[in-house]
C-alpha cells in the first residue's frame, strides 16, 4: 500500500536520498569490518602458513567442548586423546588385543582382583619431565575421588578399591571385585606435574600446548576453524614422521568430499556409500574400505522393563514370545539388504560384537545360526498361534499382528530397509508400519518403551565386557531412562550367569568359549536382529601422504580406532613435487574481487559526486 | 496479495498514515502484479514478524506526533521480544529427547556420570525454576552456558557474530545494489529482451534451494575448477591481517556470497521493478521529458528515487531476514558464524545455545523492523508531517 500515498511529492530531493545510500552502505562495510576484526582476535602470533608437505590434514565437523580428558566425552577430543596420552596398556593395531603401553608387562593375582603393572623406565613426558608410576596413580586417583574429573570415564574405575604406586616403576590396581577385562584400557593418564597445578582441573580446557605421552599434542584449538597437533620428539615409540596433524572444520560431509578432490584435505572418513563411489577414480584420490568396529541392526521390544523387572512402554505383546521374534528374523533377507542397502560396504554380522574382533566375534558357523527362511518363519507364527487371516495378516484372539518400525528419517540406508523389510514381513503374515521420525523423537520413544521395532547401532569397544554388560537385567533403565543404560530391554537369567562367568575368567580362552556361549543365547532369544558391521568408508590424497596403519591391519578403518596406529605411522609420499608457494587459482579471483569491488566502489561513488555537481 | 495497480480503495490515499509506515503489514503489495514468487519473500519475513504485526493492526490515525508514532512502534517491538524471550524458552524444552541421554547415547556411561552431567547442565531442577533462571539471566545479560563449548552463550555469539556480519553485509550491500539497479532498468525497458532475461533469471535463482545451489557451486568451483575454498573463513595458520590473509578471506568469502545473493537478489529486483513501473505513467516525467531531459536523466533524476521509497522499507525488512538466512549458507560452506553455531546446536540438542540464538536472531528481525518503521517516517516527509 505504500506506493498509494505517495502524492505529488516529487520534490523529495534524489541528492539526499543518495547521501542516506552511502552512508548505509559505509555503514554496513564499517560494521562487517568491526565485526570481523572482533571475530579474530589478535592472533598475530600465527603469521606463518605451516610448512605444508609434512602437514596431514583431516577434515571432521565433531563437537569439542574441551580437550580435557577428564571431563570430555565428544567423538572428537576422545580420539584426539588416544593420540595424546598413552595409556597403562594400549589395544594393538592387529585386531585390538591388549598390548604393552605405559607398562611393559602386567600380572593379576589368581582371581583377578589385584593388578600389577611393570612402568617401562626412562619414560619423558612431551616437556622432558620424567613420566613415573606416580603420574599413574595421581591420575587414577583424581577419578575416583572427584567427582567432577569421572564425567568422561567415571564407570572404567568405577570398579577400582585403590590405585597405588611402591615405586616409581610399578603401579598396583586393587579391584572391589574381581575382573578379567584388564583395568589399565582407555584411561589418559595426565602429567601429575601439570595437572596438579591447575586451580580448577575439572573446568581445565587443555587446548592449546598440552603436555603428554602419545605421539601427538595439541599444539592449538580454534572453535569451529582448526585443531592442530604436533609430533612429540618424547613419544616411547619414537619420534612420528608426520610434523603435525591439523584438523579442519567442515560442517557438510559433502563439503569435504569435495574439499579432497581439490587437495584442500588429505585425509576424510564417514563417507556414504554414495559418495565413497562418487570418489573413485578422482585423481591421487585413495579410497579405504575400512571393516569397522561397528553393528547396525533392528532392536525388537521383548516387553522392556526396569531393572526390578516393573514393564512400561507400549510394545506389541505377540513380541514377548520369542518365537515371534525368531520368525521376524527368518522372514529377513540379511544378506540382501547387505547388498542392497550397504552396497557392499558392510560385513555379514552374526551378533551385537562385530567380526573385527575374531576372538570374541559369535563364529558364523555356531550351530544357533539360522538363515533366511520365509517358511520357518512361517512356521514359528503358526506355532506361536497366530494363524493366518484372510488378509493374509495373522491374528490371534481377533488381534491382528500389526508392528511399528520406528526409523530415523534423515538416514537414508534405515529408510531403505523399511522399504525392504514391509513386503518381507508382508510374506510371512506381518503388517509392518514404517515410522520414520526425527532422531531426538526416535531416542525419546525407545527410552520410554513406545515401540515394537526400532533401527539401532554401536560401536563396540576391543574388550566385549562392556556391551556384554548392558544386556544384562540389572542394567535396564526405568522409563525416564535412569538408572543404566540397555541394548535391547532384554533380561535373561542364562545370559546373565553367563556374564558374570567371563567377567571373572581369567583364561582367555575359557573367557571367550563364555562369551561365545552368552552371544548365542542372545541369538536364539532374538531380542535384536544384527544386520551388518558397516565398513567406515574413508579416503586420503595418495600424491601426499603413504603408510597409514588400518585396525585391524587386515582391512580395517584408519580413523576411529581404538589406539594411535593410523596417523602416526605416515609418511608424506617421498618425491614430492614443489607445488610452488604461490597462490592458485583461488588467490588470483580474490585479487581480481577486491579489484573489482575497490574499482566499482570508487567509479560509482566518483559518478554520483559528478551527478550531484551537475545538478546543482 | 491482490493490489492492482489502479486503486480499487481512494479512501486509502487520505489516510497517509495507514500501511504507509506499516512494512510489517503488507510490504509485498508494490510487487504482486504477477510476480507471485517475489510476492511471497516478503510475506515470509513478514510470518517471521508476525506479531508486531497483529500489533501494528490498530496503526494510529493520521496527526499522532512523532513521539506517539515512536512509542506506539516501540511497544510493539518490546511485546514481540516478550513473546520471543518466553517461546525462546518453552519451544526448546518440547522438542523431544533428553539432551543428557543423547549425549551419553552409546557411550559407556555409568547413570552416576549421567546424573552429574544432569546437574552441571541444571537439568536436575523443576521447569519452573530454570525459566526463572532463564528470565533472569536474560535481564542481566547472561544467556547461560553452552552444554557442547562449555562458555558462555552471550560470549558466544558475540565471538560469532563477526563472521557472519561480514557474510551477510557483503551479500546485503552486492545483492541491493544489484537487484535495484537490475530492477529500475527491467523496469525502464518493460517487456525488452532484458526485462524479461533479468527478471526471469532473478526468479529462477529465487526459487532454487539455498542449499542445492550452495553444494552445486561448491562441486563446480570448489572440487572439480579448483578455483575457490570448499570452506571455511581463513586457511589455518594465517593471519587475517596480511595481505596474503585478506586476500584468503576473500577468496573464501566468494561462494557463499554468491549463493546468498543468487537467492535473494529477486526480492529487491522485483520490489524496484514495480515501483518504478509505477512512476512511470505519472505526468511529472512527461513534463520532465518536456524540459528536454534525456531518458537516462529522466529516470535517474526523476522515477527512481521517487520509485525507491516503498523499496527502502522492504529493504530493511530483508536485512533482517539475510541474516537469518545465512543458517543454510553457513552451513554449507562451513563459515564459522551464528548460522553455523545454531545448526551445530540443533545436533546437539544445546539448549542454551539454541536459545540465545533464536533470541539473537529474533531481536535482529524485530529491531530492524523498527528501524524499518522508523526510517520510512523520515524518508517521506508527509508521514512525518502527518
Known amino acids: 500500500m505504500n506506493h498509494r500515498t505517495r502524492r505529488k511529492t516529487k520534490m523529495l530531493t534524489s541528492h539526499s536520498m543518495r547521501r542516506g545510500w552511502q552512508r548505509c552502505l559505509a555503514g554496513v562495510a564499517a560494521l562487517a569490518l568491526a565485526g570481523s576484526m572482533a571475530a579474530s582476535p589478535a592472533q598475530a602470533a600465527t603469521s606463518e602458513a605451516p610448512a605444508s608437505e609434512n602437514v596431514l590434514r583431516i577434515a571432521t565437523d565433531g563437537f569439542i567442548d574441551s580437550f580435557n580428558p577428564f571431563t570430555s566425552f565428544y567423538l572428537v577430543p576422545t580420539n584426539t586423546f588416544r593420540y595424546m596420552y598413552e595409556n ?18 602386567w600380572n593379576t593375582d589368581s582371581e ?18 620424567p613420566l613415573t608410576a606416580d603420574d599413574v596413580a595421581w591420575t587414577y586417583n583424581q577419578m575416583m575421588e572427584k567427582e567432577e574429573m569421572a564425567v568422561a570415564n567415571g564407570s572404567l574405575v568405577e570398579n577400582f578399591d585403590k590405585v597405588e604406586a611402591p615405586d616409581d616403576g610399578t603401579v598396583k590396581i586393587t579391584l572391589k571385585k574381581p575382573q578379567a577385562n584388564n583395568p589399565g584400557q582407555e584411561i589418559p593418564v595426565v602429567p601429575e606435574h601439570v595437572w596438579s597445578e591447575v586451580d580448577k582441573p575439572g573446568e581445565f580446557k587443555n587446548d592449546e600446548k598440552s603436555v603428554g605421552s602419545g605421539p601427538f599434542q595439541l599444539e592449538s584449538y580454534e572453535a569451529n576453524k582448526s585443531i592442530t597437533l604436533k609430533a612429540n620428539p618424547n613419544f616411547w615409540r619414537g619420534k612420528p614422521k608426520l610434523d603435525e596433524i591439523q584438523y579442519r572444520y567442515y560442517t557438510n560431509s559433502d563439503a569435504q ?40 541392526g533392528i532392536s525388537i521390544n521383548p516387553g522392556v ?94 488381534e491382528k499382528l500389526q508392528l511399528r518400525f520406528l526409523t530415523d528419517a534423515d538416514i537414508p540406508t534405515e529408510q531403505s530397509t523399511a522399504k525392504f523389510l514391509k513386503p518381507w514381513m508382508k510374506d510371512i503374515g506381518i503388517d509392518l508400519k514404517n515410522e520414520s521420525t526425527d532422531a531426538d523423537t526416535e531416542s525419546e520413544r525407545t527410552t520410554k518403551g513406545d515401540y515394537d521395532m526400532y533401527f539401532s547401532g554401536w560401536s563396540i569397544n576391543p574388550d566385549p565386557d562392556y556391551q556384554l554388560s548392558i544386556n544384562t537385567c540389572g542394567q535396564r533403565p526405568d522409563a525416564e531412562g535412569n538408572g543404566g543404560t540397555t541394548q535391547d530391554g532384554w533380561c535373561n537369567e542364562e545370559y546373565d550367569k553367563l556374564y558374570q562367568a567371563q567377567h571373572v575368567e581369567l583364561d582367555q580362552a575359557k573367557r ?95 559518478s554520483r559526486r559528478k551527478k550531484s555537481d551537475d545538478r546543482e | 496479495m491482490s493490489t492492482p495497480t489502479h486503486d480499487p480503495h481512494p479512501e486509502d490515499r487520505r489516510t497517509p498514515g495507514t500501511g504507509s509506515a506499516n512494512p510489517g503489514t503488507d510490504p509485498a503489495d508494490p510487487t504482486s502484479p504477477g510476480s507471485d514468487p517475489a510476492g511471497q519473500g516478503p510475506a515470509s519475513a513478514r510470518d517471521s514478524a508476525d506479531a508486531p504485526g497483529a500489533v501494528d493492526a490498530d496503526e494510529p490515525p493520521a496527526g499522532g506526533s512523532f513521539a506517539r508514532y515512536f512509542l506506539r512502534k516501540l511497544g510493539g517491538a518490546a511485546t514481540s521480544m516478550i513473546l520471543v524471550i518466553v517461546l525462546g524458552f518453552f519451544a526448546f524444552r518440547m522438542l523431544p529427547g533428553d539432551p543428557v541421554l543423547k549425549i551419553a547415547k552409546e557411550r559407556p556411561m555409568s547413570p552416576a556420570q549421567i546424573a552429574e552431567l544432569r546437574s552441571q547442565y541444571g537439568l536436575d531442577k523443576p521447569v519452573i525454576v530454570q525459566f526463572w533462571d532463564y528470565l533472569v539471566g536474560i535481564v542481566t545479560g547472561d544467556l547461560g552456558e553452552s552444554y557442547v563449548y562449555r562458555k558462555s552463550v552471550s560470549a558466544l555469539i558475540g565471538e560469532y557474530l563477526g563472521p557472519t556480519l561480514l557474510l551477510t553485509g557483503t551479500a546485503a550491500v552486492i545483492a541491493i545494489v544489484l537487484g535495484l539497479w537490475l530492477g529500475q532498468i527491467s523496469a525502464w525497458r518493460r517487456n525488452s529482451l532484458f526485462d524479461k532475461l533479468a527478471s526471469s533469471t532473478s526468479l529462477i535463482f529465487w526459487s532454487v534451494p539455498t542449499f542445492w545451489l550452495g553444494l552445486i557451486l561448491l562441486m563446480i568451483f570448489g572440487g572439480t575448477l579448483q578455483w575457490l575454498p570448499t570452506g571455511g573463513m581463513i586457511t589455518p595458520g594465517l593471519d587475517p591481517w596480511s595481505f596474503a590473509g585478506i586476500i584468503d578471506v576473500i577468496t573464501h568469502l566468494i561462494l557463499p556470497v554468491v549463493s546468498l545473493v543468487a537467492v535473494v537478489y529477486a526480492q529487491f529486483l522485483m520490489i524496484m521493478r514495480a515501483s518504478l513501473l509505477e512512476e512511470m505513467n505519472e505526468d511529472y516525467l512527461t513534463t520532465a521529458r518536456a524540459k528536454g531531459l534525456t531518458e537516462d536523466e529522466v529516470r535517474r533524476k526523476h ?3 521517487n520509485a525507491l521509497l516503498p523499496t527502502v522499507t522492504v529493504v530493511f525488512l530483508h536485512i533482517g531476514g539475510l541474516i537469518a538466512g545465512a543458517v543454510t549458507v553457513e552451513a554449507v560452506f562451513s563459515w564459522p558464524g551464528l548460522g553455523k553455531l545454531t545448526f551445530e546446536a540443533i545436533r546437539g540438542p544445546d539448549l542454551p545455545l539454541l536459545q540465545g540464538t533464536f533470541v539473537v536472531f529474533s531481536a535482529i528481525i524485530i529491531v530492524m523492523n523498527l528501524a524499518a518503521d522508523i526510517v520510512y517516517r523520515f524518508l517521506d516527509p508527509r508521514v512525518r508531517r502527518a
Open chain 1, 88 to 105: 597403562l596398556v594400549a589395544n594393538d593395531a592387529e585386531d585390538g588385543s591388549v598390548t604393552e603401553g605405559l607398562a611393559t608387562e
Open chain 1, 112 to 129: 583377578g582382583k589385584v593388578w600389577t603393572y611393570t612402568i617401562r623406565p626412562d619414560m619423558k613426558w612431551s616437556d622432558g619431565e
Open chain 1, 257 to 296: 568430499v569435495q574439499a579432497i578432490r581439490s587437495g584442500e584435505v588429505d585425509f576424510i572418513t564417514g563417507l556414504t556409500p554414495d559418495q565413497f563411489t562418487a570418489l573413485e577414480g578422482a585423481d591421487d584420490v585413495e579410497l579405504n574400505d575400512g571393516h569397522g568396529r561397528r553393528f547396525n
Open chain 1, 305 to 398: 522393563a526396569d531393572a526390578e523387572g516393573k514393564e512400561f512402554g507400549t510394545g506389541h505383546e505377540a513380541l514377548e514370545d520369542k518365537k515371534v521374534r525368531q520368525a521376524i528374523r527368518a522372514g529377513i533377507d540379511t544378506e540382501t539388504l547387505r547388498k542392497q542397502v550397504m552396497q557392499d560396504y558392510a560385513q555379514p554380522a552374526t551378533s551385537f560384537i562385530p567380526a573385527v574382533y575374531p576372538n570374541w566375534a559369535l563364529n558364523p558357523d555356531d550351530p544357533v545360526i539360522s538363515g533366511f527362511d520365509v517358511d520357518e518363519a512361517k512356521k514359528l507364527l503358526d506355532d506361536a498361534g497366530w494363524k493366518e487371516g484372510s488378509d493374509g495378516i495373522r491374528e490371534k484372539d481377533g
Open chain 1, 512 to 606: 571367550q568359549d563364555l562369551v561365545q556361549q552368552a552371544l548365542a543365547i542372545h541369538y536364539e532369544e532374538a531380542p535384536s536382529v544384527t544386520l551388518w558391521y558397516p565398513n567406515q568408508l574413508e579416503a586420503f590424497r595418495s600424491d601426499r601422504f603413504e603408510n597409514f596403519t588400518k585396525q585391524p591391519t587386515d582391512g580395517g578403518a584408519i580413523a576411529n580406532q581404538v589406539g594411535y596406529w593410523g596417523y602416526s605411522s605416515v609418511e608424506p609420499v617421498s618425491d614430492e613435487e614443489a607445488t610452488g608457494g604461490g597462490m592458485g587459482a583461488g588467490g588470483w579471483i580474490g585479487i581480481a574481487a577486491a579489484v573489482i569491488v575497490v574499482l566499482g566502489g570508487g567509479g560509482w561513488l566518483l
Open chain 2, 303 to 305: 522515477a527512481v528515487p
